[in-house]
């Protein structure tokens, strides 16, 4: 069964940092770009962070870029988005999402983890 | 970034009904165009890639038009599990940029 459970969400102050994790299973991990969607409470869907199957190629939406950072390890499975400097606007809900193509990417979700929530206040 | 409008934002059906959304895109994106389902509490669900293929296990009440800048999704026959809020996504170029959704209420 195709799954992703994302971890490590929480509360933080403004200005700190929190990394989320996200375990892959029942798919070749390694074959997939892998994403990160964020949707404020109430809100509609933000894509924030993209990474290549291979980790060679990363990209962030400029509302995150220089803050976030995205990472893979193919050799756990896992799926990592490090954010620093938070703010309040960054509390969300965020959720790991594969990648609908194999390799070359599509840039479509097909499979979505359940979601974590970050919370940036005071 | 390439920006979309949906419409309607609110869209009250019943049972039965046949709807149709409306996706509008700032530029033409050919048919790089993905419709997404989510419910209350949940991760949103692919529908349907370049603007008319359904996704696998997705019912065939479900369907796609359009290219260029218009696009649409419709439900043929809504059933109780359609009660849902509707996302259009497009993946043209980065970065992949979201619609502001269509929420389906019952009437």
């Known amino acids: 069964q195709v799954q992703l459970v994302e971890s490590g969400g929480g509360v933080v102050q403004p200005g700190g940092s929190l990394r989320l994790s996200c375990a892959a299973s029942?798919?070749?991990?390694?074959?997939?770009?892998m994403h990160w969607v964020r949707q404020a409470p109430g809100k509609g869907l933000e894509w924030v962070a993209f990474?290549?199957?291979?980790?060679?190629?990363?990209y962030y939406a400029d509302s995150v870029k220089g803050r976030f950072t995205i990472s893979r390890d193919n050799s756990k499975n896992t799926l990592y988005l490090q954010m620093n400097s938070l703010r309040a606007e960054d509390t969300a809900v965020y959720y790991c999402?594969?990648?609908?193509?194999?390799?070359?990417?599509?840039?479509?979700?097909?499979?979505w983890g359940q979601g974590t929530m970050v919370t940036v206040s005071s | 970034a390439i920006w979309m409008t949906q419409s309607p934002s609110l869209l009250s059906a019943s049972t039965g009904d046949r709807v149709t959304i409306s996706c509008r895109m700032s530029q033409g994106i050919s048919s790089y165009l993905a419709w997404y389902q989510q419910k209350p509490g949940k991760a949103p669900e692919l529908l349907i890639y370049a603007a008319s293929t359904l996704q696998s296990g997705v019912p065939s009440r479900f369907s796609g038009s359009g290219s260029g800048t218009d696009f649409t999704l419709t439900i043929s026959c809504l059933q109780s599990e359609d009660f849902a809020t509707y996302y259009c996504q497009q993946y043209y170029s980065f970065p992949p940029t979201f619609g502001q959704g269509t929420k389906v209420e019952i009437k």
């Open positions: 029942g798919f070749t991990f390694s074959s997939y770009g």
């Open positions: 999402a594969k990648d609908a193509r194999a390799v070359a990417g599509m840039n479509t979700f097909d499979i």
């Open positions: 990474i290549r199957y291979d980790g060679s190629n990363k």
